[in-house]
């Protein structure tokens, strides 16, 4: 056991001395928060200029009315409006004023125009050109205007007062409330999202740093011979321990200052990114999660020589931390359907998926438990495996044995 401490002493104090893991422990809060909010920030920036557009009203009813309606709804901080829509004359038939508005666009006379053909009553299809059709705040303006302008037509057409419509019409804001064993809590899908969000980036970016530190380590020693003079003074075993923990606690301890930060937040804000009682249930996947994962970079970098292959297996091995994000919206929608069921009882993506059934709605008692039990036994046989490997293999140099060569391995050590 003093061999192990000495070697997770000088893992841990070596690493955490190091600029790049400095940089990592004030920075990459930032990064993250940046990550969240900078888009938004960026979504939400209102226009400083007023934009112009062309329309192509075929129908010859409804640019007034649409044109009207934007310059109402729009307005950029100064009281301009934000949208300056010109009329394009058809008279010349449809393709030809289509190819000249086209030429406007390319010129940049038009940001981009619409095309209103007399189906647009029946079909409610419309076209948009432009040459960037991926501002998804204009084409939903537009597209609101416009369905709301074609409504008011269709009702006068019918003797229907829409101002009478409009009266009766009742907006609806529902308030979500979640109601579990303990009681009931406002929780919106941010909220909910959000607390499973923190939760997989703390696990990636502890993964791709600590696990990527694990595997350098190893084929660093390997590369400059230090290994050999290393297991000359120490057990293969208790130099492998002593790693995992060495590098862990290096890990927790970047955890840790980055929950520190994330406690200062809440009480500044007075918000609660994550229950308590959630907080401890998601902290035994966590720490039971991560040496599963360490224990899998162990047997995957014991076998390697070189740099290169380092990073393609640790890119390998952190993409699967990304599955869960794939997978949110069924998550989200259905928690406690068979397959989502069973998706948690996979040991590689059992602590993400739990880190979002969680919030949304509480498994039972029989799943969390057995999860766990199957989380830890697949960790122990992981550390198994890992030891065994990392036995064998901590000496071999050359060529990188195949999975049938590191399977042949473990027998032979067993």
Avoid: H
């Avoid at 955490?16 to 930032?30: D, E, N, T, V, Y």
């Avoid at 007023?50 to 309606?69: A, K, M, N, Y």
């Amino acid at each position: 056991m003093t061999k192990v401490l000495a070697v997770a002493r000088w893992e841990y104090v070596e690493k955490i001395k190091s600029k790049a893991f400095l940089f990592s422990l004030f920075f990459m809060p930032l990064i993250m928060i940046g990550m969240g909010v900078i888009p938004s920030l960026l979504a939400s920036k209102q226009d400083t200029e007023p934009r112009v557009f062309g329309v192509i009203d075929q129908t010859g009813e409804l640019f007034d009315s649409f044109d009207r309606r934007i310059q109402e709804d729009y307005k950029l901080p100064d009281g301009q409006p934000n949208y300056v829509l010109r009329r394009i004359d058809a008279s010349d038939g449809l393709d030809e004023t289509k190819y000249r508005a086209d030429r406007l666009v390319l010129e940049g006379e038009l940001e981009g125009f619409l095309v209103l053909t007399p189906l647009v009553f029946q079909d409610s299809a419309a076209e948009y050109r432009s040459r960037n059709v991926g501002n998804i705040r204009v084409i939903e303006r537009f597209t609101q205007a416009l369905r709301e302008v074609i409504f008011e037509k269709k009702l006068r057409t019918s003797g229907i007062d829409p101002k009478i419509v409009k009266n009766i019409s009742t907006s609806i804001d529902l308030r979500t409330v979640k109601i579990s064993e303990r009681g009931e809590e406002e929780a919106g899908f941010e909220k909910v999202f959000f607390s499973a969000y923190i939760f997989i980036m703390m696990m990636f970016f502890l993964v791709l740093t600590t696990g990527q530190l694990l595997v350098r380590s190893v084929v660093e020693e390997k590369t400059n011979r230090v290994v050999e003079i290393l297991v000359s003074s120490c057990s293969a075993s208790d130099l492998m321990t002593g790693k995992i923990l060495g590098l862990s606690g290096l890990g927790f301890t970047q955890i840790g200052f980055w929950t520190l930060i994330g406690v200062a937040i809440s009480l500044k804000f007075g918000i609660t990114l994550i229950a308590l009682d959630n907080a401890l249930l998601l902290l035994v996947y966590f720490v039971i999660g991560y040496l599963f994962y360490a224990a899998i970079f162990v047997a995957a970098g014991s076998p390697i020589s070189t740099e290169q292959e380092a990073q393609q297996i640790t890119s390998y091995l952190v993409l699967v931390l990304i599955l869960p994000i794939v997978l949110a919206l069924p998550v989200l929608q259905n928690p406690d359907s068979l397959f989502v069921k069973v998706l948690t009882f996979v040991p590689l993506i059992t602590p993400t998926m739990m880190a979002m059934r969680i919030p949304i709605q509480m498994p039972s008692g029989g799943e969390i438990i057995g999860s766990i039990l199957v989380l830890a036994t697949s960790t122990v046989f992981a550390m198994w495996a890992a030891g065994r490997i990392f036995r064998t293999a901590i000496l071999a140099y050359g060529k990188r044995p195949s999975i049938v060569e590191l399977i042949r391995l473990l027998r032979i050590a067993t």
